[in-house]
């Protein structure tokens, strides 16, 4: 993903125009984000600053590669996918009681299918013993 390409997403996602992120960013035209967006420009760092903040991401967001993009947790590195990097920034936007309401509806589905792949297992086992 360009970082044209993160910006927009990233604006999208906060459901505001081009022209509002200009203002947020204390500029005056919205068409400084569109050449951004479209890759015609690439802010410098001080304007990478301000599009971070107006966006409410961190700034590491636009300036790794993404094949830098990783996380790290318990078994090695995975990648995020596009879907995944969209489902955190909405959930992000979540007040902290509609979040835990998402985590445990999630919760409940990983324990059932948890619970389903266990059925499975142990009745494979049984049938070819």
């Known amino acids: 993903m360009s970082l044209g390409d993160k910006i927009k997403s990233a604006r999208e996602l906060l459901g505001i125009s081009q022209l509002t992120l200009a203002v947020k960013c204390g500029w005056d035209s919205q068409s400084r984000i569109g050449n951004y967006e ?10 990478l600053k301000k599009l971070a903040k107006a ?37 992000k936007h979540l007040t902290a ?7 445990n509806e999630i919760q409940a589905v990983y324990r059932l299918n948890e619970e389903v792949v266990a ?7 049984k049938e070819s013993g």
């Open 38 to 47: 479209k890759d015609l420009r690439e802010p410098n760092i001080k304007d």
């Open 55 to 91: 966006l409410e991401r961190p700034l590491v967001y636009f300036l790794e590669n993404e094949d830098e993009a990783r996380i790290t947790e318990g078994q090695g590195d995975q990648r995020l996918t596009e879907v995944e990097k969209n489902v955190l920034g909405m959930f």
């Open 97 to 103: 009681s509609q979040q835990r309401g998402i985590l």
């Open 119 to 125: 059925t499975y297992r142990k009745r494979d086992g």
